[in-house]
Structures are given as structure tokens and as C-alpha cells.
Nanobody
């Protein structure tokens, strides 16, 4: 059974940094495109960043220059490094595997809470 576990969230002040990790079990992550999403209270879940199996990345405009997605194939993980955090980055962050259609492959996990205080 494939499982993704998100970790690394927390409470930080505006301008601070966090590094999120998405760890996969039951599947070799190397073949997959992986995405980080976030969902703020009362809002829909939106994509934040994606990385293909060849390392090509995409970022939503609001995080460009501040977030970096990367993968460690040896550890079967995908990370999201976040710097210069803003209160509007506050959300629950989730990772998932992307199918070729762009839809996610797996049921959503519990995510990891990121709270940025002003």
C-alpha cells in the first residue's frame, strides 16, 4: 500500500523559514511527478509546487523565489524549502503523486500545518 507522510510544519514568524518533507513508502518515488498543495481555512486546496521525475519544477506565482521543491531519490522523499514566509502562507500543506492527467493519484493524507505569524 502506497503511503505519503508529510512533516516539517510548525509555527514561525513572518520572514522565517521551514522545510517540509514528503516521504513515500510502498512505492519508488523516482518514477513520479510529485506536487505540494496547500489549503488555508475556508479555501480550496491549491497546488504550490511540482517536480517531475526528471527534476523539472513548477511554482505558483505567489511562492516563486521563496519556495524550492526538490527530491532525494536515495531517501525516497520530496522536500519543500520555504523562506521569507508570509502570513498568507499559513495553511495545511499536503503532498501527492501526480498522474499524467494532472490529477492526484492518492487519497489525501493528514498534511502538515504551517502557521506564519505577523
Amino acid at each position: 500500500q502506497v503511503q505519503l507522510v508529510e512533516s516539517g510544519g510548525g509555527l514561525v514568524q513572518a520572514g522565517g523559514s521551514l522545510r517540509l518533507s514528503c516521504a513515500a513508502s510502498g512505492r519508488d518515488f523516482r518514477i513520479d511527478a510529485v506536487a505540494w498543495y496547500r489549503q488555508a481555512p475556508g479555501k480550496q486546496r491549491d497546488v504550490v509546487a511540482t517536480i517531475t521525475n526528471t527534476g523539472v519544477t513548477y511554482y505558483t506565482n505567489s511562492v516563486k523565489g521563496r519556495f524550492t521543491i526538490s527530491r532525494d531519490n536515495a531517501k525516497n522523499t520530496v522536500a519543500l524549502q520555504m523562506i521569507s514566509l508570509k502570513p498568507e502562507d499559513t495553511a495545511v500543506y499536503y503532498c501527492n503523486i501526480l498522474k499524467s492527467t494532472g490529477r492526484v493519484l492518492l487519497k489525501w493524507g493528514q498534511g502538515t500545518q504551517v502557521t506564519v505569524s505577523s
